[in-house]
């Protein structure tokens, strides 16, 4: 089994896996951060020079990798769950847990993390708020449907949301 976080950009899927990982005694991903790195180019860049496509086959292919192993926290992209193909995926090999927050949090979060500026293409043609309440208004019932379990992270920890997933997930912290 591996748990899979999902959720809008900003809701702390990276940093909550990683201190999942930790108290589960699993190994924890980055999805993103694992299509860079075998990409050898930011998301941005992908997106630029090859193309929305191009970054969603990255992706599948890095989830289709990722899933194939087992104890394994995986920090989705924002849109992974975009495809049938990595839900397909994602459901047969764990949790999901989607992790959420408001649009204004989620504003304030990216806006300040210099990494996401650089590194994240936009969405839309507007960026900013606009963006996100447009495309949370889209992704929310995808991640509704996807997820076994729901954590909001508006004014929590990130170790306080990893103790909620353990909790709603009946699992045993190791660490």
């Keep these: 089994m591996n748990i899979f976080l999902t959720g809008y950009r900003g809701t702390g899927k990276t940093t909550v896996a990683s201190i999942l990982g930790e108290q589960l005694g699993w190994s924890s991903l980055d999805s993103d951060a694992t299509i860079q790195q075998r990409a050898e180019k930011t998301i941005a860049e992908i997106f630029a020079s090859e193309g929305e496509t191009a970054f969603r086959d990255w992706e599948t292919s890095i989830i289709t990798d990722l899933a194939a192993h087992d104890n394994l926290v995986i920090a989705l992209g924002g ?71 729901s954590v909001d992270t508006e004014g929590k920890t990130p170790s306080s949301v990893a103790e909620e997933i353990i909790r709603l997930l009946n699992l045993e912290p190791t660490g």
């Design 79 to 149: 849109g992974a769950i975009l495809r049938e193909q990595n839900r397909n995926v994602i459901a047969s090999r764990g949790k999901t847990v989607w992790l959420r927050a408001d649009a204004d949090t989620i504003h304030q979060r990216v806006s300040a993390d210099k990494i996401t500026v650089e590194q994240r293409p936009n969405l839309t043609t507007g960026g900013g708020l606009s963006e996100i309440r447009e495309v949370l208004a889209e992704r929310e019932p995808i991640y509704r449907q996807c997820a076994d379990v």
